[in-house]
């Protein structure tokens, strides 16, 4: 090989191991950057605050919050970073940010479909949380260890699941492995009233639907130990293509025994 072409390949190799070197450092300040950056609540005012220090006030996004036992052992503020939705937060990552009752941070869940999340529903002592998604009326629920921020369960159902108690919650499940309906609206499935015992990782069925029988939960009283049911009911399964010929029952249920 002659001088010329030694040199112009030791050039070359000089150049990819410049950029490359650069390369590295470029992606490394970047994570460094994204890393360092966070937001933080301040009397239900969200800022921004970037890797270099300089804070920006985010406006447009609704801070949640939940009590625990009423409010008497504190509480958690909640919001979510969408990135896509607001142009404030743009290069941030995607997730839901915590907080105690005194605005300090408890920490941040990474969450990609952080904006499909319409509410989270905490259970009555704070240590668990499901994530109630999506944007139609079947929705998918995400059952969360709230301090160790570990996905345990996931649902597909419909309405607001309800904490019966510190580890039991009751909602409307739609059967995923029923055959479909007729139906005159977009939704052609059975629906079940259950509860989700946490302490035993299983699902206790409340009210289960069969082909001329939908169950929907609406509400549960305490006082009585009950689930308030809507009970929808045709004569015969050609039935549920024809509104009309839908008949609404309310009933209860006592809550099933814990496991």
């Known amino acids: 090989m002659s001088f010329a072409r030694k040199f112009t390949w ?16 470029v992606a490394e300040s970047r994570a460094a950057q994204k ?20 804070r920006q006030k985010i406006e447009d996004v609704d801070v949640m919050a939940f009590g625990i036992n009423g409010g008497a052992d504190g509480g958690i503020f909640w919001f979510i970073v969408d990135p896509e939705a607001n142009e404030a937060m743009e290069g941030s990552e995607s997730g839901i940010y915590f907080f105690d009752d005194k605005d300090k941070p408890l920490f ?6 952080a904006s499909m999340v319409s ?9 668990q949380m499901v994530l109630d998604e999506g944007s139609w009326v079947v929705r998918d629920y995400s059952l969360f ?16 699941p309800i904490w019966l108690d510190p580890h ?24 079940s009233v259950v509860v989700y015992d946490t302490a035993v990782e299983e699902i206790v069925p409340v009210m289960k639907a069969t082909k001329t ?29 024809d509104p009309e010929k839908h008949q609404d029952k309310e009933i ?8």
Not at 108 to 113: G, I, N, Q, R, V
Request: hydrophobic share 40%; glycine share 6%.
């Open 10 to 25: 030791a050039f070359v190799f000089c150049v990819f191991c410049a950029v490359a070197v650069l390369f590295c450092f």
């Open 35 to 54: 890393k360092q950056e966070k937001y933080v609540l301040e009397k239900e005012t969200i800022y921004r605050v970037k890797a270099d220090g300089k």
């Open 108 to 113: 941040f869940l990474p969450y990609e479909d």
């Open 119 to 127: 509410n989270i529903l905490f259970s009555p002592d704070g240590k």
């Open 145 to 160: 260890d709230f301090k160790k921020t570990e996905g345990k369960a996931t649902f597909t159902g419909m309405t607001e």
């Open 168 to 191: 039991r919650f009751a909602f409307t499940m739609v059967e995923s492995d029923a055959e479909p309906r007729p139906s005159a609206t977009d939704f052609d499935g059975w629906t």
């Open 213 to 241: 029988k939908n169950y929907m939960l609406t509400g549960a009283d305490w006082d009585n130990d009950e689930l308030q049911i809507t009970e929808t009911s045709v004569k015969k399964w050609e039935d549920w293509g």
């Open 252 to 259: 209860t249920e006592p809550f099933p025994a814990a496991g």
